[in-house]
């Protein structure tokens, strides 16, 4: 393993005093909690907006902590869910008066610690909670049969355009109401490369040979749906972009906003590449992109990969995407 | 017959051992899952084993309640909020008994059981822990039926759990971050399954 790290169990805290060093007029960091704070505090009156998972995402969560986007983001372990004392800490701190939205990826751990933290803060009773789950993935069949897709890439998108919302003053139903139409608006697909190092564990995930790739990856360098033979750009965009375009029902003359994104360790380079490729496959297919976004935002650790999102777009959820944003990952217009 | 000393000695035991299993936990997530479930385990029974020593507990009701919640507090992932709330409701049979025999334990262990259900939502077959939760529940029963004393049906109960945890490798998991490999996930045996075949040996050890 060859990391830029000091002891692997302190990981996680020693990025988050990075964090806190590096942007000291944005962000204030509960060590102890391992939150992620606005620097400013919660405003009152606006709905605060709490989202969390495991580290090793970055910037999601911590990065989108800011005006614009969150109120608070809780890190659990690398590739681990936080606990739900460090939601219902961020809960309570949050509160402007007007609620708390959750914001979870689905992921059985993630999910479950939410869950136990809504209960615990309506038993603490004072702040009214809702949740949104994000389930994006079309690589992971929703049935009864599995844990029901993943939160991936959508999360990046939802996150910005509600927390546009929650600074519009908006309240917490429609909020939360917001987000799942959001949720619902979006799917991805994402690959892999290479596998990715747990600094605790030490060696790769999984292995992938060098003439392999593997398709319908999530983010926590848990293997995908199949592996295949590598092939040229052109063919992965195509395995990516196709199932997304038939699970959202997209058709000529619908607007989306299109995502690609980095795994962590796939140049820019190769993902402005691959969006040549996306935004060809989408030219053909009739559908205009309204927004784009290209770059590492929901990572998997040092993974070299790609996923695609596309998020059906009407004027509102464009205008919301434009509203002014301030945060380490994600900053325009203010 | 368990009291509080007992409980004690169980988490000491249980710690020791997923200390030593933590890197085969490890590997058997990092089969099907994301590679953290001897981590995380090893974390959380560490703080679990420190209690008996930074805290007096009135009961061994509160003292399992307080086990629930430093591993729902410490251990993240799925296994965090199961394994916490399993021992959150194995607490509750328990209120008031200082010495808990075979029919007590035995009730104990079921309403943690349910608590993993109401949480998980896991069915048999799903490859979970479950699966090596429901066979112990059922030997647990039959030997206490057969006259067995609390050691004896803990036995029986530890040797069932270790058969489901067998049988959890040709399953296809259906629940937690296994089932997105869909039938990929058969031929390995699931990591919770494991733990719990752990924690039951480890309370037929130690607990009579």
New interface residues.
């Given amino acids: 393993m060859k990391k830029l790290i000091n002891d692997p169990a302190d990981v996680v805290s020693e990025a988050l005093l990075g964090m806190a060093a590096a942007h000291p007029d944005r962000l204030r960091v509960d060590h102890d909690h391992k939150i992620v704070y606005r620097a400013a505090g919660p405003r009152e009156g606006k709905v605060g907006l709490v989202s969390g998972g495991?580290s090793g995402h970055e910037p999601m969560h911590g990065g989108f902590v800011g005006t614009g986007m969150l109120d608070a983001a809780c890190a659990?372990?690398?590739?681990?869910?936080?606990?739900?004392?460090q939601m219902m800490a961020a809960t309570k701190a949050v509160d402007g008066g007007a609620g708390v939205l959750h914001i979870v990826k689905n992921?059985?751990?993630d999910v479950?610690?939410f869950?136990?933290a809504a209960e615990l803060a309506a038993a603490d009773a004072g702040t009214e909670v809702k949740s949104v789950v994000t389930d994006d993935d079309v690589?992971?069949?929703d049935s009864?049969?599995?844990?029901g897709r993943?939160g991936v890439g959508v999360t990046v998108l939802l996150e910005k355009i509600v927390g546009a919302a929650a600074e519009e003053g908006r309240s917490l139903q429609e909020c939360a109401d917001l987000a799942t139409q959001v949720n619902r608006a979006g799917r991805s697909m994402g690959m892999a490369l290479t596998s990715c190092t747990?600094p605790?564990?030490g060696r790769p995930?999984?292995d992938l040979a060098e003439d392999e790739m593997e398709i319908g990856i999530?983010i926590?360098?848990?293997?995908?749906?199949e592996r295949k033979p590598l092939a040229p750009a052109k063919d992965i965009a195509a395995m990516l972009v196709e199932p997304v375009l038939s699970d959202l029902g997209l058709s000529r003359g619908d607007g989306v906003i299109a995502f690609v994104n980095g795994m962590g360790g796939t140049p820019l380079i190769e993902l402005y590449l691959m969006y040549h490729e996306v935004s060809q496959l989408l030219e053909g297919a009739g559908v205009s992109v309204a927004r784009s976004l290209v770059g590492n935002y929901i990572t998997s650790l040092e993974m070299a990969g790609c996923s695609v999102t596309l998020l059906r777009a009407d004027d509102e959820t464009v205008r919301l995407w434009d509203a002014p944003v301030n945060t380490p990952g994600l900053r325009w217009g203010a | 017959m368990a009291d509080l000393q007992s409980f004690q000695g169980w988490m000491a035991d249980y710690a020791e051992v997923v200390k030593e299993q933590a890197d085969y936990l490890t590997d058997l997530d990092r089969a099907i899952g994301d590679a953290d479930h001897g981590i995380n385990m090893a974390r959380g029974t560490v703080k679990v084993a420190a209690l008996a020593e930074a805290e007096d507990f009135a009961s061994s009701e509160a003292y399992l309640k307080k086990v629930g919640m430093t591993l729902v507090s410490t251990v993240g992932g799925a296994s965090g909020p199961l394994y916490g709330t399993f021992f959150l409701r194995l607490a509750g049979p328990l209120a008031g008994v200082a010495d808990a025999g075979v029919e007590e334990v035995g009730a104990a262990l079921r309403a943690g059981v349910d608590g993993i259900l109401a949480r998980g939502k896991a069915e048999l077959e799903d490859k979970t822990m479950y699966d090596a939760w429901a066979p112990a529940l059922d030997a647990y029963a039959t030997a206490t039926a057969d006259g067995a004393d609390l050691r004896g049906a803990l036995e029986a109960a530890a040797a069932a759990s270790a058969r489901g945890r067998d049988d959890t490798l040709d399953l296809v998991a259906r629940k937690g971050r296994a089932s997105y490999l869909g039938e990929r996930s058969r031929g390995h045996i699931d990591p919770g399954a494991t733990s719990t075949t752990l924690l039951l040996e480890s309370a037929a050890r130690t607990l009579a």
């Fill in positions: 495991g659990g372990e690398v590739f681990t869910s936080p606990v739900p004392d992921y059985t751990g479950m610690n869950e136990m690589a992971v069949q009864l049969y599995t844990a993943r747990v605790s564990a995930t999984f999530g926590h360098g848990e293997p995908g749906r």
